[in-house]
């Protein structure tokens, strides 16, 4: 690749992006009161200067404040995996909060226990409560393990992604012992005293850890995703299962971001047993909700101990979790929009996808690769693919990615500002796959002149 071809279509692009977008580029200048001059921080993860602004979005488009149109691929980083403003949650928020009333009451809804089943079906595990995010999910997640195993440390893969629990952000160093993930905010204390890990799809390394003696339970995503998706070699997961059992540790699958495998995320498609299933995101249709699964086992193991304070502070639950308005979000998601025969389109519209820009790639014997996880695909730049998360992070290329998001950008695609990540929503049409597939071929086509 001409690097200095890179760098001059990437500015072309920069300067184009600028121009098409005044309004977005004043609000973010007039937003003086806001921490970095946006509601979230992350939402200063892009490559021009300024992020767009939202002024409208339903199904699989988005416009901005500037009136242009885009293919979402991007979908809130799977919060909007049920497309923007569904129908059938739009009407069940709208007949909570509208014709019901009460948003919050600390009061249980006949929907959680639904919602509960439903959930059960797909996950396999018999016993759920809910968060408002899938962080905190994590979180609790972590605090009964360590309740009930009466150790202290927690397992994560490097290069995972748990949201902001403290305890997964720890890499691999480079003499094979954790350290603290570049980047780390304020730590409460040196990572390695709460936290171990291992590379995925490293079963010595694993077992390696594992002997210490001392891990609660192994947080993992079946799949790597915020790193790129990064997919089990044969047999991984099952050998996963089989260390955490005879060392003792909980197994908890986070499925926040591979429920895009299927309606049971990975646990369902790829037959696992974890102990705790964590969720988040996608299940509330936009609305914010997480959940945790708890096998009977572990469950009864719990609820029999009179020394943990479950119902106030003993650091587990939040006055709004499991409100009204998000257990009716995630009812009317569940039962009318990410259903099983959604994700079936949404699956095939995603290997579309990746069957498009593969061709992209080998047309022009392109070191890159692409994977898909069921509705979510997405390329990177090195092949074969990378298999764990610290190689994976290597074959980043800020300068590439910047290129391809502005150009898709600057003519109507988005895709997630983290990595390239293309999500499939039950609105999502083979039209906005075709869309994306040309755009992508001309940047690829440019980029290489």
């Known amino acids: 690749m001409d690097r200095s071809r890179l760098a ?21 200048a007039r937003a003086e009161h806001l921490f970095g001059r946006v509601p979230m921080t992350w939402m200063n993860k892009q490559a021009a200067g300024f992020p767009l602004y939202l002024q409208s979005a339903r199904g699989s488009h988005v416009t901005d404040l500037d009136g242009h149109h885009y293919v979402d691929l991007c979908l809130g980083d799977t919060g909007a995996m049920a497309g923007h403003s569904p129908a059938p949650v739009t009407e069940a928020v709208t007949r909570r909060l509208a014709t019901l009333g009460g948003a919050t009451a600390m009061m249980p809804t006949e929907d959680a226990e639904w919602v509960g089943a439903e959930l059960t079906r797909r996950f396999g595990l018999p016993r759920w409560s809910f968060s408002l995010t899938a962080t905190d999910a994590n979180r ?41 993930r570049p980047g780390n905010v304020g730590a409460p204390c040196d990572v390695t005293l709460t936290s171990r890990v291992a590379e995925f799809n490293d079963v010595e390394g694993l077992a390696r850890q594992l002997a210490h003696g001392d891990v609660a339970a192994v947080l993992m995503e079946p799949a790597l995703t915020n790193i790129g998706i990064v997919l089990p070699e044969p047999g991984y997961l099952n050998a996963v299962r089989a260390l955490t059992r005879q060392h003792g540790v909980l197994l908890i699958n986070d499925e926040t971001h591979t429920f895009s495998a299927g309606p049971g995320g990975c646990t369902r498609a790829w037959a696992l047993a974890p102990d705790i299933v964590t969720i988040g995101k996608a299940i509330g249709g936009g609305v914010p909700i997480g959940a945790y699964g708890l096998s009977s086992e572990l469950a009864d193991a719990i609820l029999r101990r009179d020394d943990l304070d479950l119902v106030d502070m003993g650091g587990v639950g939040g006055t709004l979790a499991g409100n009204a308005l998000s257990i009716a979000a995630a009812r009317a998601t569940l039962e009318h929009v ?34 898909q996880l069921g509705a979510r ?7 074969p693919a990378p298999r764990d998360g610290t190689s994976s992070a290597q074959a980043a290329d800020a300068e590439l990615e910047d290129y391809l998001h502005l150009y898709l950008a600057n003519r109507g695609v988005l895709l997630t500002p983290f ?31």
């Open 8 to 28: 001059a279509l990437l500015q072309r692009e920069r300067n184009s992006y600028a121009q098409r977008n005044p309004r977005s580029a004043a609000a973010y």
């Open 140 to 180: 609790w997640a972590i605090r009964l393990a360590r309740a009930v195993t009466g150790r202290s440390k927690i397992l994560v893969n490097s290069y995972c992604y748990h949201g902001s629990v403290d305890e997964s952000l720890i890499v691999v160093g480079e003499d094979g012992d954790g350290v603290s």
């Open 338 to 371: 990410l259903t099983d025969s959604a994700f079936a389109q949404m699956t095939a519209l995603a290997t579309t996808f990746t069957a498009a820009v593969t061709k992209v790639i080998e047309a022009h014997d392109l070191p890159w690769s692409i994977s």
């Open 377 to 383: 695909a997405e390329y990177r730049f090195a092949r």
């Open 419 to 449: 990595h390239n990540m293309a999500l499939m929503s039950p609105a999502t049409t083979a039209a906005d796959v075709d869309r994306h597939t040309e755009v992508f071929t001309a940047a690829v086509a440019e980029l290489i002149a």
